[in-house]
């Protein structure tokens, strides 16, 4: 296996950084089992609650808590679920106790948790900013996006854009997209950042390439590299891609991503 294009001696891992435990906490899918050892996105340490094997193969995975992390009654932990259910709105999750018919409500929170993850700065009710949040955590606001992209291209999510005002894709990425493919690797990375889910031939027109050969070695290159990828005939940016690139069965985020702030 090719190991993919990194930049890891010009990013070194910054000093602090709650890392996996975070990670797999935040995209736990509200405390229900999200994720598996064939996944590998569990982080060694974690002492969570076990759950059952997870499909036909017996895979284990684990049950997150956010309690196993915070005490409930610390500014850490109303921070935490603060990130956590920006993060389950953008995901297009309904709020406790709902069902039913996607509203126009429910869609407006979902532009307003998208509007507080990705533009730098952005205050909630309670004026709290994500950056401001993920930097009271120890965190880091762009590993934290760039995982959510991962999700967003799990789940096949389309037909948004980020706001305007969003942060623009990291410089790890917009660096590692120039190593793979030049500008056009570069350009076709930051739009697929401000546009999740691109079908792939409006995606082609959005980029016009001087010809096709450009654009599908472009393509075939960030895919193998685990820039983007290509599901049912949409191109997602998922910065690291533990699914297709086949790490084993463990795939840190936290290490492989240094060089986001």
């Known amino acids: 296996m090719n190991e993919p294009v990194t930049l890891d001696n010009l990013f070194p891992a910054p000093a602090q950084d709650t890392g996996e435990e975070l990670i ?6 509200e405390n229900e089992v999200l994720f598996s050892d064939e996944e590998g996105v569990l982080p060694d ?27 409930p009654d610390s500014t850490e932990y109303f921070v935490f679920m603060s990130i956590f259910s920006a993060i389950n709105y953008a995901l297009g999750k309904r709020p406790p106790g709902k069902s039913g ?7 407006k929170l ?27 955590l120890d965190a880091r606001p762009n590993l934290i996006r760039t995982r959510l992209h991962f999700e967003f291209y799990k789940r096949m ?41 691109y079908r792939a031939d409006l995606f082609r027109e959005i980029i016009a390439p001087s010809n096709d050969g450009q654009f599908n070695a472009a393509l075939d290159g960030l895919d193998a590299n685990g820039n983007l990828a290509i599901k049912n005939g949409l191109v997602y940016f998922t910065g690291r891609n533990p699914i297709t690139m086949r790490f084993g069965s463990r795939f840190n985020w936290t290490h492989l991503m240094t060089g986001l702030d």
């Open 24 to 29: 797999s906490l935040l995209f736990s899918g």
């Open 45 to 71: 340490s974690f002492t969570g609650n076990k759950a059952p094997a997870l499909g036909k193969n017996g895979r284990i995975g684990i049950q997150l808590l956010p309690e196993n992390a915070f005490d």
């Open 101 to 107: 018919k996607k509203s126009s409500k429910h869609q």
């Open 110 to 136: 979902q532009e307003l948790a998208l509007e507080w993850l990705f533009v730098p700065n952005e205050q909630d009710s309670n004026g709290l900013s994500f950056d401001l949040g993920c930097a009271s």
């Open 157 to 197: 999510m389309s037909g948004f854009r980020l706001p305007f005002l969003s942060c623009r894709l990291p410089d790890r990425f917009r660096l590692e997209g120039q190593e793979v493919a030049g500008d056009l690797g570069e350009d076709m990375l930051s739009e697929l950042w401000m546009q999740p889910g």
